[in-house]
C-alpha cells in the first residue's frame, strides 16, 4: 500500500507494508545481523523463513517539493492512480507520482496585487471514477467544480455550488463562520459532501443552487461566536467523511465529541472519545449538550464544554463499519457493535 502525507510545503510518498514473518539461519550473518568470523563457519546452511508477530513498517519512497508557496492544506489521489493534486491557499497543482521534480498549475487564483485577495482555497478533491474532475472549496462557503479537459489552466469552472445567505441571520461572523474547511465526494460520486464552521452539508452535482441536506453539527455555539473568535476557535479546520455506503455523514466537534447523521433516517447522534471509552468492548452511550434550563444527569452544559479538546480528524474504513477519530494526541478506533 502507498500512503501520502504533507508537510507544510512537502509531499512525502510511503510504502506501507506488513510482515509475520523473519529470515534465520545466515551463512555470514549471526541472528542479530553482525558478520560471523568466516573462521568458525563450518557448514551451509540454507536460510528459512520463521513466523513472528506482525510488524507493519512505513517506508519513504518519494519526496515532493519546491512547488507551494504556500502552506499545502489538502491532496488528494486521483482515480487514475498515476496523478495527484496538492493544494494551498492560492493554487493547485497537478503531479505525476513517478515525477518528483515537476509539477502543472492547474488552478492560480493570486492576483497581480495581493490587496485585491478576497477568498483562499481551503480544501480540493478528485472526482472518485472521473479522472479529469475535480473540486475545491473556499474561504467566502463556495466551491467550484472543474474539468482539466476544458483547459491546461482551470480558471473557469464547470460547475459553482454556493447557498445564498439569509440577511436576517447576518452578522460580524457570517463570512467566517461559511468558510469551507472540508469537501469530500461520495463514494458514488453523485454527491459533495461540504463543513463549515457549523453545519455538514449534502450537495447533489446536478443542484448548484442550494444544498440538498443541511445538518446542524453543535449549533448550540451560534451564541458563542464572540468568544470562539476571541480564542481563535472560530477558525478551526474540521473535516467530514463519509461511511462506505455514503448513507451516514461523520465529522468532529469540541469536548472530544464528535457527530454522526443518518441521511436515510434523519437520525444524528454525538458520541465521544476519551480514555474511558477506550476500554476493550466498552459502548459508546450517546452524549447530550444542554443549552439552557434544567440540566439533566446525563447532559453536559454548553458553558463546561471544554474548547481545547477537539476533533478535527475523522476517517471510516471504505467497506467496514470501523472508525478512527483523532482527538489531541490521541487515535480511537472504533467499530459497530460485536455480538
Not at 441536506?213 to 464572540?226: A, F, G, I, M, P
Request: hydrophobic letters at 35%; one cysteine or more; proline letters at 4%.
Amino acid at each position: 500500500d502507498l500512503k501520502q502525507e504533507y508537510t507544510n510545503k512537502t509531499v512525502k510518498l510511503w510504502k506501507i507494508s506488513e510482515r509475520d514473518k523473519r529470515p534465520e539461519g545466515y551463512n555470514l550473518k549471526d541472528e542479530d545481523g553482525r558478520i560471523r568470523d568466516p573462521t568458525t563457519i563450518t557448514a551451509l546452511r540454507v536460510p528459512v523463513l520463521r513466523p513472528m508477530d506482525l510488524m507493519v513498517e512505513a517506508t519513504p519512497r518519494r519526496v515532493f517539493s519546491n512547488a507551494h508557496t504556500y502552506h499545502i492544506n489538502s491532496i488528494s489521489v486521483n482515480s487514475d492512480y498515476e496523478t495527484y493534486m496538492s493544494t494551498d491557499d492560492l493554487r493547485i497543482n497537478l503531479w505525476h507520482l513517478e515525477i518528483t521534480n515537476r509539477s502543472f498549475n492547474i488552478v492560480d487564483i493570486k492576483p497581480a496585487n495581493m490587496e485585491e485577495l478576497t477568498e483562499v482555497i481551503t480544501a480540493a478533491e478528485f472526482h472518485p471514477n472521473q479522472c479529469n474532475t475535480f473540486v475545491y472549496s473556499s474561504s467566502k462557503g463556495s466551491i467550484r467544480l472543474c474539468d482539466m479537459r476544458a483547459a491546461a489552466l482551470c480558471d473557469n469552472h464547470s460547475k459553482f455550488f454556493e447557498e445564498p445567505e439569509d440577511p436576517s441571520n447576518r452578522s460580524f461572523f457570517s463570512e467566517i463562520i461559511s468558510s469551507i474547511s472540508d469537501v469530500k465526494f461520495s463514494h458514488s460520486g453523485r454527491y459533495l459532501m461540504t463543513r463549515d464552521y457549523l453545519t455538514v452539508k449534502v450537495w447533489d452535482l446536478n443542484m448548484e443552487s442550494k444544498p440538498l441536506e443541511t445538518y446542524q453539527v453543535h449549533d448550540y455555539l451560534r451564541s458563542k461566536l464572540c468568544s470562539l473568535y476571541e480564542n481563535d476557535c472560530i477558525f478551526d479546520k474540521f473535516e467530514c467523511v463519509w461511511n462506505g455506503t455514503d448513507s451516514v455523514l461523520m465529522t468532529g466537534s469540541y469536548n472530544n465529541f464528535f457527530r454522526m447523521f443518518d441521511r436515510n433516517t434523519k437520525r444524528d447522534v454525538t458520541l465521544e472519545a476519551s480514555r474511558e471509552n477506550s476500554k476493550p468492548r466498552a459502548i459508546l452511550k450517546p452524549r447530550k449538550v444542554c443549552v439552557g434550563g434544567k440540566r439533566r444527569k446525563d447532559e453536559i452544559s454548553v458553558d463546561s464544554l471544554d474548547f481545547s479538546k477537539k476533533i478535527l480528524h475523522t476517517a471510516w474504513h471504505p467497506s467496514e463499519n470501523i472508525i478512527a477519530v483523532a482527538a489531541t494526541n490521541n487515535l480511537y478506533i472504533f467499530q459497530d457493535k460485536v455480538n
